[in-house]
Antibody, heavy 120, light 106 residues
Framework: QVQLQESGPGLMKPSGTLSLTCAVSGGSISSSIWWSWVRQPPGKGLEWIGEIYHSGSTNYNPSLKSRVTISVDKSKNQFSLKLSSVTAADTAVYYC?????????????WGQGTLVTVSS | DIQMTQSPSSLSASVGDRVTITCRTS??????LNWYQQKPGKAPKLLIYAASSLQSGVPSRFSGSGSGTDFTLTISSLQPEDFATYYC????????FGQGTKVEVK
């Protein structure tokens, strides 16, 4: 059974670049599946950030597209998120998730999430 | 962009109640609508996919219906573990979530 685990710094300064990694276990990242990032500001709703296929094809939320890069490392069975020029508004719990074609492009499973706080 | 309108934003209910949450989209998304449950401090959990298909392991008291622009999540008999926040999500064009519905104890 596939499991996902996010990792990365929990605190960062404004204007920096947020970098997170999602390690995939129990399955290959090269499966015919998209891999996604979703975030949730404290006390607020869910926001899709973007997704990547194992071939490297990506789709991004238009509202974040200019600042987001998602990449995949097949040798390590993991994928990564970079978000540049962060501000306090980027403070959120960041989740990685598998986007499954067989269940109508739904997110399942999810990682446990990692809180990233942007503060000077 | 496809806009999602989820209602109500919150509701109060008792154990055993029938609960209905609606999700409306700004354009037709056929059946590309999924529902999630989220408890505090936890990741969302997939309940329903493709508008009406029950995810494996999810209790049968949860059901989904609808197509096009109007969708419904129903909990037939609310259980103590069902107090949570519920989100709809469209996967027809990119991915968008509804604003969430918090189900609270009455």
């Amino acid at each position: 059974q596939v499991q996902l685990q996010e990792s990365g710094p929990g605190l960062m300064k404004p204007s920096g670049t947020l970098s997170l990694t999602c390690a995939v276990s129990g399955g290959s990242i090269s499966s015919s599946i998209w891999w996604s990032w979703v975030r949730q500001p404290p006390g607020k709703g869910l926001e899709w950030i973007g997704e990547i296929y194992h071939s490297g094809s990506t789709n991004y939320n238009p509202s974040l597209k200019s600042r987001v890069t998602i990449s995949v490392d097949k040798s390590k069975n993991q994928f990564s998120l970079k978000l540049s020029s962060v501000t306090a508004a980027d403070t959120a719990v960041y989740y990685c998730a598998r986007l499954s074609l067989t269940t109508s492009y739904s997110f399942d499973p999810w990682g446990q999430g990692t809180l990233v706080t942007v503060s000077s | 962009d496809i806009q999602m309108t989820q209602s109500p934003s919150s509701l109060s209910a008792s154990v055993g109640d029938r609960v209905t949450i609606t999700c409306r989209t700004s354009q037709s998304i056929n059946y590309y609508l999924n529902w999630y449950q989220q408890k505090p401090g936890k990741a969302p959990k997939l309940l329903i996919y493709a508008a009406s298909s029950l995810q494996s392991g999810v209790p049968s008291r949860f059901s989904g219906s609808g197509s096009g622009t109007d969708f419904t999540l129903t909990i037939s008999s609310l259980q103590p573990e069902d107090f949570a926040t519920y989100y709809c999500q469209q996967s027809y064009n990119a991915r968008t979530f509804g604003q969430g519905t918090k189900v609270e104890v009455k």
